[in-house]
Nanobody
Framework: QVQPVESGGGSVEAGGSLTISCALS????????WGWFRQAPGKDREGIAY?????????NYADSVKGRFTISQDNAKNTLYLQMNNLKPEDTAMYYC???????????????????WGQGTQVTVSS
């Protein structure tokens, strides 16, 4: 059983930076791709970045974070990262990491194509 556990959330002022982590336990080598999502109060869960774990490294970002956020993975540490720069108040949300055990059809930004989810870490950006 794969269990992601997020950490590193906190409060930061607009324009600041924060890096959140996701420690992965279980059969992580069998995962096909990993993603970061966020959910603000009253809003749907939004896919913001994903990374493929097999073959050539490949990452993709939602327009809302492109150029500001970077997803990366340290295989030796079984850890997924999300570096967030130039944070804005609208980035305030609970952030989740997720993993997929197979290549499901559909957008990698959709929650439905992931099997395993962490409990989330809160990021708050003040203006």
């Amino acid at each position: 059983q794969v269990q992601p556990v997020e950490s590193g959330g906190g409060s930061v002022e607009a324009g600041g930076s924060l890096t959140i982590s996701c420690a992965l336990s279980g059969y992580t080598s069998s995962m096909r791709y990993w993603g970061w999502f966020r959910q603000a109060p009253g809003k749907d869960r939004e896919g913001i970045a994903y990374i493929y774990t097999t073959g050539s490294p490949f990452t993709n970002y939602a327009d809302s974070v492109k150029g500001r956020f970077t997803i990366s993975q340290d295989n030796a540490k079984n850890t997924l990262y999300l570096q967030m720069n130039n944070l804005k108040p609208e980035d305030t949300a609970m952030y989740y990491c997720a993993a997929a055990s197979r290549s499901y059809s559909g957008s990698r930004f959709a929650p439905s194509v992931y099997d395993y989810w962490g409990q989330g870490t809160q990021v708050t950006v003040s203006s």
